[in-house]
Nanobody, 118 residues
Framework: QVQLVESGGGLVEPGGSLRLSCVASGTTEIFAMGWYRQALGNRREPVAVINFAGTTNYADTVRERFTVSRDNAKNTVYLQMNSLKPEDTAVYYC?????????????WGQGTQVTVSS
């Protein structure tokens, strides 16, 4: 059974930084890892993704402020968030595109709250 466990969320003042981590277990192969977020009353939106080769892609709203990285040996993806703004407040969800024993598809974490407020 594939499980994704996120950590690192919390409350931070505007201009501050946070680092999210997500560890995947139970998967036989991971093709890509990334992050979505969902603010209250909004749709879930993509934030950043990184593939196995290390190629990254970012939403325009976070480019130059957020950095996604991964440790393939540890099946872990990170999201370094700098210069945080109140509009970054959301639940952040880790996801992978990978395989378990029976199929290849997307798997999701349970989400971690990030609140940017003074």
């Amino acid at each position: 059974q594939v499980q994704l466990v996120e950590s690192g969320g919390g409350l931070v003042e505007p201009g501050g930084s946070l680092r999210l981590s997500c560890v995947a277990s139970g998967t036989t192969e991971i093709f890509a890892m990334g992050w979505y977020r969902q603010a209250l009353g909004n749709r879930r939106e993509p934030v950043a993704v990184i593939n196995f080769a290390g190629t990254t892609n970012y939403a325009d709203t976070v480019r130059e402020r957020f950095t996604v990285s991964r440790d393939n040996a540890k099946n872990t993806v990170y999201l370094q968030m700098n210069s945080l703004k109140p509009e970054d407040t959301a639940v952040y969800y880790c996801y992978i595109i990978g395989s378990d024993a029976t199929s290849s598809r997307e798997f999701w974490g349970q989400g971690t709250q990030v609140t940017v407020s003074s």
